[in-house]
């Protein structure tokens, strides 16, 4: 079993729709979360970052982390087209330490 | 500025041959990693360096694959005997300092396909 779970998808969704992505992991030693956006063939882009458990928004971003549960969620309101990538949840033990991935979910919004 | 660039974008080779793949970090960034984005086991870390020395190769799947990071910048990720399974994307990513995990900056990879 993988350290860091994440759907594969794809999650397709209208244009203006929330979209909600989540994973879990089994490690409790993870501390920083982090949201990438990756387009084909690009590499990741950092989108979100949260240290610890609680919540963090930035424009039309939300991430959410629970600790108790394992659990990390990113949350894209009024989605537009150009959001349609693969979101890739990842994190760390330590600041500046190596980075866990989970598998991706690929997003595509319909217009 | 200029991002973390990777050369060369696309590599095919036979089995058995080596490679080399080359990662330009971010000016002034003194952390460097490499990771493996492949189908079947998503994004993996491989080597991290801090500065020129390399104090995490915990990812290095066989002694085939070696690394190197010359004068704190420039770094080769070489795979020797390559094998069909080492097909993937090869991914750098720079960061400022080390302690600052949420600033890995990702280069756009290197597509290496083994015949």
């Known amino acids: 079993q993988k350290e860091v779970e994440q759907d594969p998808g794809p999650l397709s969704v209208p244009e203006g729709a929330i979209v909600s992505l989540n994973c879990t992991y089994s490690n409790s030693a993870f501390q920083y979360f982090m949201w990438y956006r990756q387009y084909s063939r690009k590499g990741p882009e950092l989108l979100m970052y949260t240290y610890s458990s609680g919540n963090k928004e930035d424009g039309r971003f939300t991430a959410q982390v629970d600790k108790s549960s394992k659990y990390i969620s990113l949350f894209i309101r009024d989605s537009q087209p150009s959001d349609s990538a693969t979101y890739l949840c990842a994190m760390s033990k330590t600041a500046g330490n190596k980075l866990t991935f989970g598998g991706g979910t690929r997003v595509l919004v319909k217009p | 500025g200029a991002g973390v660039s990777q050369s060369p974008s696309n590599k095919v080779t036979e089995k058995g041959k080596d490679v080399e793949l080359r990662c330009d970090p971010i000016s002034g960034h003194t952390a460097l990693y490499w990771y493996r984005q492949s189908l079947g086991q998503g994004l993996e870390f491989l080597i991290y360096f801090q500065g020129n020395s390399a104090p995490d190769k915990s990812g290095l799947p066989s002694d085939r694959f070696s690394a190197e990071r010359t004068g704190g910048s420039v770094s080769t990720l070489t795979i020797q005997r390559t094998q069909q399974e080492d097909s993937a994307v090869y991914l750098c990513?720079?960061?400022?300092?080390?302690?600052?995990?949420?600033?890995?900056?990702f280069g756009p990879g290197t597509r290496l396909l083994v015949l």
């Open positions: 990513a720079s960061s400022l300092e080390q302690g600052r995990v949420e600033t890995q900056y």
